[in-house]
């Protein structure tokens, strides 16, 4: 796996370098994101494509018809057809996340997952991200996720950063101090 990220973030850093030369850092990323998001409710197509008796010239030609369908732009189609050439298919999913991290850190901000034990209203969303942001002094992406498991709050995580502020934290924070006396 560690393998097939370190060639995924080649890749993404070519393509962002590209996408950055010709000023279309972002509107690759969203394109390269809904070419995902094609692929994988088209599994069959993916499949055939990662087959290694399907002649290489066959799979650019399929990723590319693939890619313009999904109305990505002639960069992201260059791109996804030579990926699919050398029969690296399978490691879109690593490339586009690669990517958003570069565009994020070119643009200056992060990502934070957050799982909540409910839904966060926008207003509450807001609050949070304002937190995060003040305390890093980045701009924060709030990816949210309902954790049914969780009993109260939320745990954000950002990066290697894991801020845990929900109420299974903090009973285990509380035993812990019991248990030590």
């Known amino acids: 796996m560690r393998a097939q990220e370190g060639t995924a973030r080649r890749y993404a850093k070519a393509l962002h370098a590209a996408a950055a030369e010709a000023g279309a850092g972002e509107a690759a990323g969203r394109e390269l994101a809904a070419l995902l998001d094609v692929l994988q409710a088209n599994r069959q197509a993916v499949d055939v494509l990662a087959r290694p008796w399907i002649k290489p010239g066959d799979r650019r030609a399929a990723a590319l018809t693939l890619a313009q369908q999904a109305g990505c732009g002639k960069l992201v189609q260059d791109f996804v057809a030579l990926v699919a050439e050398r029969g690296r298919l399978d490691h879109l999913a690593a490339i586009v996340t690669a990517y958003q991290d570069l565009a994020d850190a070119a643009l200056g901000r992060v990502r934070a997952q957050v799982r909540t034990a409910v839904a966060l209203t926008d207003a509450e969303k807001d609050r949070l991200a304002r937190r995060l942001q003040t305390e890093l002094g980045k701009q924060i992406i709030l990816e949210e996720t309902v ?18 502020g929900s109420l299974d934290g903090q009973l285990a924070r509380m035993r812990e101090r019991l248990v030590r006396g």
């Open 147 to 164: 954790d049914t498991n969780l009993l109260g709050g939320f745990v954000a995580r950002v990066g290697s950063l894991i801020l845990d």
